[in-house]
């Protein structure tokens, strides 16, 4: 259990910007086995935003409190997922062969492509919480407990599936490298799946479909486009999951 423990906080210790004990070691070796517990993770950073949202709806405007739950959960993270979104929007905008994409998405800078897809995917996101919102509070507290381990159990499913593209030994997701074992992809889907008992059955079947749509949609485009996944494409993964999450729960309540 220790060591199941260690491999918990060395996932949040990678995944954010959140404070670990001391005592966990960390080693690549750690890391390798830590992305079954990436879900979980969701579950801390869902309770961050959750939690941060509903202080803030107390004595602020739904906007408002959206907004600011939104940046509360970007600090926690570090922008982590948001940048590797905007990483696949250069690459896979601006390139066109696989080493052409590899190379722009490693560029720490940020282009055209980038700066329109995170400025609309921020946009989207709020604009679908701030309709949750219409549906009170719990509502959008609800869609973000969710969301969080859902979208994190979408991205952690490519690393079963695909192959690891990049070969440099200095990119930063190399220790995700490893395919992870169906048991270890069982453990992550128990934490991403069991958040939806706070939706209804109509919410989370469509909850589910929708990422899981949009996830089957990414890794056959990853696969076309690079032959399997990076980091920056994990990244982008949870963004485009998170937000077909929101997006899946609004359409269950448009049709009740």
Partial sequence: ???????????????????VPAWVPWSTERLNHAARYFPLVGWVVGLIGAGSYLIFALALPPVLAVIL????????????????????????????????????????????????????????????????????????????????????LCATSLIHRLPYVREDESAKSKPLARRMNGAELL????????????????????????????????ARMFVRRLGGYTGDLLGATQQATELACYLGILSAWNFT
């Fill in 1 to 19: 259990m220790r060591y199941q423990l260690e491999l918990f906080f060395t996932a949040l210790g990678f995944f954010t910007r959140l404070p």
């Fill in 69 to 152: 739950s939104m940046a509360v959960t970007v600090r926690a993270t570090g922008a982590f997922h948001e940048d590797g979104w905007a990483d696949t929007c250069d690459g896979l905008g601006g390139g066109w062969e696989k080493a052409q994409v590899l190379t722009i998405m490693k560029d720490s800078r940020i282009g055209s492509y980038g700066t329109v897809g995170v400025v609309l995917m921020l946009l989207a996101k709020a604009a679908a919480l701030f309709e949750l919102g219409a549906h009170g509070a719990s509502g959008v507290a609800a869609a973000i407990l969710v969301a969080h381990p859902l979208s994190r």
């Fill in 187 to 218: 453990i992550a889907a128990s934490f991403g799946l069991l958040p939806l008992i706070l939706l209804g059955p109509l919410e989370a079947l469509c909850a589910v479909a929708a990422v899981t749509l949009v996830t089957v949609w990414a």
